[in-house]
């Protein structure tokens, strides 16, 4: 797996966070220097945004369609549901904009509303009929309980292995802060266990320096999630795509067609035409 670290990985088929420069040799091997790459920082960096931002996202989406959804008895109802879906739009523009910034993932926008004509009215009609704005409410109530276990997870392992990895630099806190020669292994009545001769010290590094190692592919594997929720709920449906493919396509050919009726009309005019009148005359 270490080898396949640098890697790209981009949903859209592009090049993932490691492009052609990344490539290049290295002195050191990719599983020592991935702990300290940009990359590794940047997936952290999301991880830990996700949480305030989806808490954020799932009060607002849950208050916002619950009021609209008890109001739907009196006419408030419709313009609060169609305020909440268009902030969830709005929450899903963060969202894209967020992960092409810290995932190198490139997500096109949804299809755009569609509305026969001006005014509040087909506004809110156009909202209420999209797609999109119901798929950027349901990642908001599916990136709350992800965004808290990512979270959880790479926050430990975070802590857990730089903290053990740089143990030999601040175990001296133990005896002279708190009263006890390390960190406590084992505890009871009779006996206690602590981390605090050299070779144990050494040990605690080594585990230390195996989390720190394990923690961008840990990285990886909590962000490809993410970058799954956005690409597939935030991002242009399979048919809006389609439609968008089918109408280029048809442009194109309309315009082989023109290019050969105007191709067609020159010959006559300049072969066959010129031949009758030689003719006629």
Known sequence: MATEYGQGYGLDGGPGFDGSTERRRHRLPVALRAPVEGRTWREFGHVLLSLPISILLFVYAVTMVSLGAG????FLGV???AAALAGCRGFGAVERFRARALLDLEVAEPEPLRMRKPGAMAWMGAVLKSGASWRALLYALLQLPWAVFSFAVAVNVWVLGWGLLTYPLWFWVFPMSAGQDGIQLYGDETHRIYLDNPFEITMTALVGLLFTIAMPWILRALTMVDRLLVHGLLGPSRLASRVVELESDRGVVVDT???DLRRIERDLHDGAQARL?????
């Open 71 to 74: 109001l739907l008895v009196t």
């Open 79 to 81: 313009p609060v549901l």
């Open 257 to 259: 067609a023109a290019a």
């Open 277 to 281: 009148v030689a003719l006629a005359m």
